[in-house]
């Protein structure tokens, strides 16, 4: 018994540490792609431009950490993104975005969740229209009691892949999927508050207009 207790204590103690780790990696990888992304601007040849458009999102819960209920819950939702960015090069970017992140319930429960985000944009040119690309990046996400009318903030990690198409010179539509880590205080039905380890998916549909 004295035995089983203590390494369920010793995994409790890591948890939050491997948690951290994954922060702090997503966060390191984040901040390389920005300090690289003068040096990679002047190499090889460069299309720089600007940009910005809108993603429809299709939502889901995929980690509610018993926030939600274990019966009756709603784990999928639609919102919107809008996002704009720059291209350095044809391989890197920074894209920031301010989106919906869908609204959840269960029983008598109600949340909506949103965020606010810089991404690192990592591109992978195919063919002179089509392309594919990864990001990586971090913000803040909102987490909104809709019943107690309370917000509250936490940062979040994002990283996500997809892919674009040059429909002409100055527009292109993409689609991808992204995922989000966030632990917000959730209040649950009976009154109780506690922080959440939570884990949305999304994927999406766009378009964005060149500059």
């Not at 409790?12 to 780790?21: E, I, V």
């Not at 997503?26 to 040096?39: N, R």
Request: hydrophobic share 40%; glycine share 12%; aromatic share 8%.
């Amino acid at each position: 018994m004295g035995l089983a207790s203590g390494q369920n204590q010793s995994q409790c103690r890591l948890r939050p540490l491997l948690r951290g780790d994954i922060m702090r990696a997503a966060f390191t990888v984040f901040l390389g792609l920005i300090l690289l992304m003068p040096a990679l601007a002047h190499a090889g040849s460069t299309e720089r431009y600007g940009y910005w458009g809108l993603d429809l999102l299709g939502t889901e819960m995929i980690r509610d950490d018993d926030a939600l209920g274990a019966e009756g819950d709603d784990d999928s939702s639609a919102a919107l993104r809008l996002h704009g960015g720059y291209r350095a090069n044809r391989w890197l970017g920074l894209e920031g975005a301010a989106q919906g992140l869908g609204r959840y319930h269960a029983d008598d429960n109600r949340f909506d969740y949103s965020a606010l985000t810089l991404s690192g944009m990592l591109y992978l040119p195919v063919t002179r229209t089509f392309e594919l690309y990864a990001r990586v990046g971090a913000g803040i996400g909102w987490v909104r009691d809709r019943d107690r009318r309370e917000t509250n903030s936490k940062p979040l990690a994002t990283a996500g892949l997809g892919t674009q198409f040059h429909v002409t010179p100055v527009m292109a539509v993409r689609a991808g999927v992204d995922g989000y880590a966030l632990r917000p205080r959730i209040v649950d039905g009976d009154g109780n508050a506690d922080v959440r380890d939570q884990r949305l998916a999304v994927a999406y549909l766009g378009i964005s207009l060149l500059f």
